[in-house]
């Protein structure tokens, strides 16, 4: 399985808004509503941020929203804050209990 | 709180071999699938391998077949990966993660596994 394809970079000024992509194929996002998002820092572990395309965890600001069309799914992060600065990691179910991850995105705050 | 706490990683030479443990708290270990996910310095994440709650399911990445094996004990609340014949690529911080076939929604803080001679 190919890493999930997500752009390098992104950025937005505090309180802007800013949308991350993450493409697949048909047999990863495209086929299954199994995409969840992930938010790490530099040096720790990965957080969960969205789960099942668009489901927040317990926690997580409401800031955070997740979407899906065919076989690209989106992260979208609103009023941008300081410590929104990480790196953001998409993930997808590909059948037969194999999962794959996105390349990364680093977002910076600007 | 849940709590994941790799141990064992280290330098190792090609073709050599490591055992890697994950110690969990904070939740009841035996009701979870649990998952293996590495990472390269300054790359992205890679799921190596998944258990199912019992231990009577286990599934790889196609690189890690036939050289890694996962493993639970429930009455140790621990997870294992057994690691042999390692190859530089196999270079990476592995954490253990919680599973919940759609999504991995806890993860250890990593250990880190170098493959040099």
């Known amino acids: 399985q190919s890493a999930l394809t997500q752009p390098p970079s992104a950025s937005g000024s505090p309180g802007q808004s800013v949308t991350i992509s993450c493409t697949g194929t048909?047999?990863?996002?495209?086929?299954?509503?199994?995409v969840s998002w992930y938010q790490q820092h530099p040096g720790k572990a990965p957080k969960l941020m969205i789960y099942?395309?668009?489901q927040r965890p317990s926690g997580v600001p409401d800031r955070f929203s997740g979407s899906k069309s065919g076989n690209t799914a989106s992260l979208s992060v609103s009023g941008l804050q300081a410590e929104d600065e990480a790196d953001y990691y998409c993930?997808?179910?590909?059948?037969?209990?194999?999962?794959?991850f996105g390349t990364g995105t680093k977002v910076t705050v600007l | 709180e849940v709590q994941l706490v790799e141990s064992g990683g280290g330098l190792v030479q090609p073709g050599g071999s490591l055992r890697l443990s994950c110690a969990a708290s904070?939740?009841?270990?035996?009701?979870?699938?649990m998952s293996w996910v590495r990472q390269a310095p300054g790359k992205g994440l890679e799921w190596v391998a998944n258990?199912?709650?019992?231990?009577?399911?286990?599934y790889y990445v196609d690189s890690a077949k036939g050289r890694f094996t996962i493993s639970r004990d429930n009455a140790k609340n621990s997870l294992y990966l057994q690691m042999n014949s390692l190859r530089a690529e196999d270079t990476t911080v592995y954490y253990c993660?919680?599973?919940?076939?759609?999504?991995?929604?806890?993860w250890g803080q990593g250990t880190l596994v170098t493959v040099s001679s």
């Open positions: 993660a919680r599973h919940t076939l759609t999504y991995f929604d806890y």
């Open positions: 904070g939740f009841t270990f035996s009701s979870y699938w």
């Open positions: 258990i199912k709650h019992d231990g009577s399911e286990e």
């Open positions: 048909s047999s990863n996002v495209g086929g299954y509503n199994y």
């Open positions: 099942e395309v668009s």
């Open positions: 993930s997808s179910f590909a059948g037969s209990n194999n999962y794959v």
